[in-house]
């Protein structure tokens, strides 16, 4: 079994995910949904082979010391993919993940005209948050290439593994693997500010040393942007306050309230005429009174917060959710599973005439 063949056919029918798993058949991601190709079940020799013939030596030795490999592959013409590869059950096994070989702009992607001015910013922290497979990559990469296009500048991106390919433009772009052009995301963000950057993208802050220096870049003049696995802005600001000691964090409250510019949170959701998902975002700007907010340790006061603060293009999830179905996008259903407020979404609804059950 090719495959590369089964990554065309997975192109083809606009899956999002490809998993290759013992004992089951080829598997399809479609609009959030897994559904088995038509094929007969895999066994333990057949992932083996088809995991090794797209790796070189080096990956194939470096997978046999740890057990686990990120990286990324491109087939010319069909797409580019991610690839994780895993033992289970003594079975080498694989996920890839479609990552397309155009960047899409933030108006195809269906994000808020806001997020051009983040990229517009100079200085600070931009954090693109969500669950895993919700298009945070996606969405940073279309800011970087509206960096590329409007700004001189030089660009630092730091990836585990590298998804999209950016081709210098107006700035000088310099994209760096994990594991493969340095060896952690901590140790490359230490080095990047001292190679003359304007902007410092990081594909993930997974640690205190990587948020630590995150901190640092953003506080001292350089635009850092970053993603993070965290649903809404609440649950970011602690995630980032949490992970430092206790003797510390009254000092990182006063340094994130300084550095950060803006949050974006987002969910994919299943269309109502089953057409793919659409995506629903949440925006934070960091006024006055969010960064106050932040160094009170108030952080549940946030939603009151973004309310007041929409004329500002601040956005709710929440109301998000609720243009999306008075829109017809998707279902009465989807919306109210995702809500956080459900008092207040109906009566956004009950104040703009749509009819809710």
Not at 78 to 83: E, G
Not at 164 to 175: D, G
Not at 338 to 356: C, T
Request: with cysteine.
């Amino acid at each position: 079994m090719d495959i590369r063949k089964l990554l065309e056919i997975a192109v083809e029918s606009n899956s999002s995910d490809l998993h290759l798993v013992c004992g089951s058949p080829p598997t399809l991601r479609i609009d959030g949904e897994l559904l088995p190709m038509e094929m007969e079940p895999l066994n333990g020799t057949q992932t083996k082979e088809m995991v090794y013939s797209i790796l070189n030596e080096v990956q194939i030795a470096k997978f046999e010391k740890d057990w686990e490999l990120d990286f990324s592959i491109a087939l010319p013409g069909i797409s580019r993919f991610r690839v994780n590869i895993y033992i289970s059950k003594d079975n080498i096994e694989a996920a890839f993940r479609i990552v397309g070989l155009r960047i899409k702009s933030p108006e195809e992607l269906g994000l808020p005209s806001i997020i051009g001015e983040f990229c517009r910013k100079r200085s600070g922290l931009v954090l693109v948050t969500g669950p895993t497979g919700v298009g945070k990559t996606t969405t940073m990469n279309a800011m970087i290439d509206i960096i590329n296009r409007e700004r001189s500048d030089r660009v630092i991106i730091i990836e585990d593994p590298i998804e999209y390919i950016h081709e210098h433009k107006k700035s000088v772009i310099i994209q760096r693997e994990v594991y493969s052009d340095t060896k952690s995301f901590a140790l490359a963000l230490v080095h990047s500010l001292r190679q003359d950057p304007d902007v410092i993208c990081v594909g993930e802050m997974r640690d205190l040393e990587t948020i630590q220096t995150a901190l640092t870049a953003a506080e001292t003049g350089h635009l850092v942007l970053a993603t993070l696995h965290t649903p809404d802005a609440i649950q970011t600001i602690d995630r980032i306050i949490d992970v430092f000691p206790p003797h510390a964090q009254q000092q990182i409250r006063l340094v994130l309230a300084n550095a950060l510019e803006g949050i974006i949170s987002q969910q994919l959701l299943p269309r109502i005429d089953g057409k793919g998902r659409v995506l629903g975002t949440e925006i934070v700007i960091a006024t006055p009174a969010l960064r106050n907010i932040i160094r009170e340790a108030k952080t549940e006061q946030i939603p009151t917060i973004m309310q007041t603060g929409m004329d500002l293009g601040m956005l709710l999830m929440d109301t998000s959710l609720k243009e999306l179905y008075s829109k017809g996008v998707i279902s009465y259903e989807t919306a109210i599973s995702r809500v956080k407020d459900i008092s207040y979404f109906k009566a956004m609804l009950m104040k703009s005439g749509k009819e809710f059950r």
